[in-house]
């Protein structure tokens, strides 16, 4: 199993790439920009099965973040990509992204100086 380092990282990283898709945008664009859709439902995607990733020890350590939401983001992603909302995933991709970004931006410097 990859170090939990590692998986947050995965997860700073990839909702810093969702900031960089989204700057400049509006949620309209997700309509028309498939390249758009995509980037962020990926980037969600490896956010999820990331946060999957981290065990239920580390979970329960760090309560503060919804980590079962995150995993089910992705799974509905995977699994039900078919029916998406697109003012869902806008929201998420622009409000709780980033809270989780920083939420993990804390947990890495508290619990692995020196990282992210």
Partial sequence: MRREVVYLEDIFRAAGDIAGFVAGK??????????LRNAILFSLTVIGEAAN??????????????????????NRIVHGYFSLDDVLVWQIAT?????????????????FPGSA
């Fill in 95 to 111: 409000i709780h992204t980033p809270i989780l970004r920083e939420q993990v931006s804390a947990i890495l410097r508290k619990e």
């Fill in 53 to 74: 990733s981290l065990t239920a020890e580390f979970h329960a350590r760090h309560a503060e973040v919804r980590w079962r939401d995150v995993i089910a983001v992705r």
């Fill in 26 to 35: 509006m949620p309209a664009d997700l309509d028309k920009d498939t390249q």
